[in-house]
């Protein structure tokens, strides 16, 4: 391992004390120093990041918030995106999607069925570096085709991390 990667882990390992002592650092509305120091490498993270587990009740609607805005290209309806994710239950914090199980990073088309409709909904306008939170409700987990998954009900929300790390124009001019 290099001094970068040795850096990075530093970073990572700090963060996570940082997120265990405190609940998590800066009140949430900002990447963790470790996932900003990798995505304005132009990087990827090295592990999935910590989603706290929020109470109460989750919103009815989909929320979008920006950690990270991005400087590269903007994604669109149509275009091929790389994005790295990891989503959690509202209701029991259990593990719903993480893109850091797989060997690559995903690529999705935007606007097609291959991901939940709240992140065909909630990526557009992302940019190429940035990073979003999101809270997918109920009504936006699946398309109204698709067979409902038994274990998420109408008061479960889900709570994703994406990061944009790539994307592909599908569509010039």
Not at 19 to 45: F, K, N, W
Request: hydrophobic content about 35%; aromatic content about 8%.
């Amino acid at each position: 391992m290099g001094l970068r990667g040795w850096a990075i882990g530093l970073l990572a390992a700090g963060t996570a004390l940082c997120v265990l002592a405190a609940g998590g650092c800066g009140g949430g509305d900002s990447p963790t120093p470790a996932e900003a120091h990798v995505l304005a490498e132009g990087g990827i993270l090295a592990t999935r990041p910590e989603i706290p587990l929020p109470k109460g009740l989750p919103p009815k609607k989909l929320v979008v918030r920006d950690l990270q805005k991005g400087t590269g290209l903007e994604a669109q309806k149509g275009d091929e995106v790389k994005i790295q994710y990891y989503g959690i239950v509202w209701g029991n914090g259990s593990e719903h999607a993480n893109s850091w199980s797989y060997e690559h990073i995903p690529v999705f088309e935007l606007g097609s069925h291959r991901i939940l409709r709240g992140l065909n909904l909630a990526i557009p306008g992302m940019r190429e570096g940035g990073s979003r939170e999101l809270i997918v409700p109920y009504n936006l987990y699946y398309y109204p085709t698709e067979e409902k998954r038994r274990e998420l009900g109408p008061l479960d929300a889900l709570i994703y991390r994406v990061y944009l790390v790539k994307v592909y124009k599908q569509h010039q001019g």
